[in-house]
């Protein structure tokens, strides 16, 4: 019997590693890690006395899913609802502020509960801080940053936690003055940043195109114009100010993660983290954040740069009609480019942003397959999108090195499907159910419990 044997291993119709392997039919699992993918004969010798061992059947095994930016506090507040409604434009945002420390408590849990039945075993908590202590919602202040540190130090949290500090408010106004005071003071990332990250920054450069406030080179439809958030007296000192803060936080080694709708801010933005690398050369994993005008000449600098994009493909397919109001007739056609993305070599990650949207990865892939057009090998197409889920967040994470794939010696962080998604096309997989999620190789979900032997 060899020295160390499996705790657990999973038999299936597929086992997708996404470590560029073919498909293997079983997985083995020790001590919370990849020990093994294969078959069932290359594991047998890992399987001893009191290994569990789960037959899959016809089902199918994935790395566990990344969701790289999901409000997860606001999310548990208030589900079932969400900001957009199936179609069109969003309405008001529905009013369930939390008020206390034990309410946001039970808002991360409660997240925690509806993320794992969707297989989703990391998400990004993209800003948190004191710009919101006072904010209505409740959901970013420095409240919920303590709350989440407990949850961690109790383990009970369902999910990997990735979380970026906010010096300003959300979807609001910042200034470079309090965004310093704030940088000087960031700690240290907690007992476990395996469990809970505070890995950066979130800066709002502007707005969103359907409320007229992306910051743009043209002014929209209505002759109006747009400026950036970032504090300051006229454009030229608000683009300065905004680009000190990213220099700032690049040469104090912080990610910034930047919302940037508009092709200006996200101009400025590049423009930010050249200036910056050229003072400290280090691939820190900024973003951009939306990026819906973003154009294709700034996509070949986004690759150069190393500067990732994190988009949904769910609001591109709801808000094609207002943002061609606000701009003019057919802008939306080159807004979005989620293939042009790609082609680029950008790791592209695919999100939610929950609770805009539901926090269901198969239909933001079924989006994404929908606004990038008829693809000529499906499968390939599959692959591609399920890696904007699992490898791309990684990357995006700072943690390509342990998880995002099932390759031995990577966080066993699984989803397991009902089928296997090769098998579908991407408008079919909504269809597809999870039906275990395992997190650091144990059980958080099961759809049918006892239904598994």
């Known amino acids: 019997m060899p020295t160390s044997v499996a705790d657990l291993v999973l038999r299936a119709a597929a086992v997708h590693t996404m470590a560029g392997a073919a498909p293997a039919t079983a997985l083995a699992v020790r001590d919370g890690r990849v020990l093994r993918a294969g078959t069932d004969a290359d594991l047998r010798e890992l399987i001893g006395p009191g290994t569990r061992v789960l037959d899959l059947g016809d089902r199918a095994v994935l790395p566990g899913i990344n969701d790289a930016h999901l409000h997860a506090t606001w999310l548990g507040a208030l589900w079932p609802d969400t900001l957009f409604a199936d179609d069109g434009a969003p309405g008001p945002g529905p009013e369930k502020p939390l008020r206390t420390a034990a309410e946001r408590r039970a808002a991360i849990l409660r997240a925690g509960e509806i993320l794992a039945a969707l297989g989703i075993t990391s998400y990004t908590e993209p800003g948190l801080g004191p710009g919101e202590d006072d904010g209505h919602i409740g959901a970013f202040g420095m409240s919920v940053v303590e709350q989440y540190r407990e949850l961690a130090a109790e383990?009970?949290?369902?999910?990997?936690?990735?979380?970026?500090?906010?010096?300003?408010?959300?979807?609001?106004?910042?200034?470079?003055?309090?965004?310093?005071?704030?940088?000087?003071?960031?700690?240290?990332?907690?007992?476990?940043?395996r469990r809970l990250n505070f890995r950066g920054v979130k800066?709002?450069?502007?707005?969103i195109p359907p409320m007229r406030s992306a910051y743009t080179h043209h002014c929209y439809a209505d002759g109006s114009h747009a400026h950036l958030l970032v504090g300051g007296a006229d454009d030229p000192e608000r683009e300065e100010n905004f680009t000190r803060m990213v220099r700032t936080a690049h040469e104090a080694g912080l990610q910034v993660g930047v919302h940037a709708t508009g092709d200006r801010a996200i101009e400025l933005m590049l423009d930010a983290v050249e200036r910056a690398r050229?003072?400290?050369?280090?691939?820190?994993?900024?973003?951009?954040?939306?990026?819906?005008?973003?154009?294709?000449?700034?996509?070949?600098?986004?690759?150069?740069?190393?500067?990732?994009?994190?988009?949904?493909?769910?609001?591109?397919?709801?808000?094609?009609?207002?943002?061609?109001?606000?701009?003019?007739?057919?802008?939306?056609?080159?807004?979005?480019?989620?293939?042009?993305?790609?082609?680029?070599?950008?790791?592209?990650?695919?999100?939610?942003?929950?609770?805009?949207?539901?926090?269901?990865?198969r239909k933001e892939i079924a989006a994404a397959?929908?606004?990038?057009?008829?693809?000529?090998?499906?499968?390939?197409?599959?692959?591609?999108?399920?890696?904007?889920?699992?490898?791309h967040p990684a990357r995006q994470d700072g943690a390509a090195s342990w998880k995002g794939t099932l390759a031995p010696g990577m966080a066993a962080d699984l989803c397991v499907l009902s089928a296997d998604p090769f098998t579908v096309t991407p408008a079919e997989l909504p269809e597809v159910e999870v039906d275990l999620t395992v997190l650091d190789g144990q059980i958080v979900f099961e759809r049918s419990p006892g239904t598994i032997a």
Not at 301 to 328: E, H, N, P
Not at 329 to 349: F, H, K, T
Not at 374 to 382: H, L
Request: charge should be negative.
């Open 155 to 193: 383990g009970l949290l369902r999910a990997r936690v990735t979380a970026l500090w906010l010096y300003g408010e959300l979807d609001g106004p910042s200034t470079l003055d309090g965004f310093r005071a704030g940088l000087a003071t960031v700690d240290g990332p907690g007992p476990d940043p």
């Open 203 to 207: 800066i709002f450069a502007d707005g």
């Open 278 to 361: 050229e003072e400290r050369d280090a691939d820190l994993g900024h973003y951009v954040i939306h990026g819906d005008l973003v154009n294709a000449a700034q996509l070949k600098r986004m690759a150069r740069l190393g500067v990732g994009l994190s988009a949904q493909a769910g609001i591109a397919v709801r808000t094609a009609g207002v943002v061609d109001a606000a701009l003019g007739e057919g802008s939306s056609d080159a807004a979005w480019p989620l293939r042009e993305a790609l082609d680029a070599g950008i790791p592209l990650c695919l999100t939610s942003d929950a609770p805009v949207l539901p926090p269901d990865w």
């Open 369 to 391: 397959d929908q606004w990038m057009g008829p693809a000529e090998d499906v499968r390939q197409r599959m692959e591609t999108l399920l890696r904007c889920y699992t490898v």
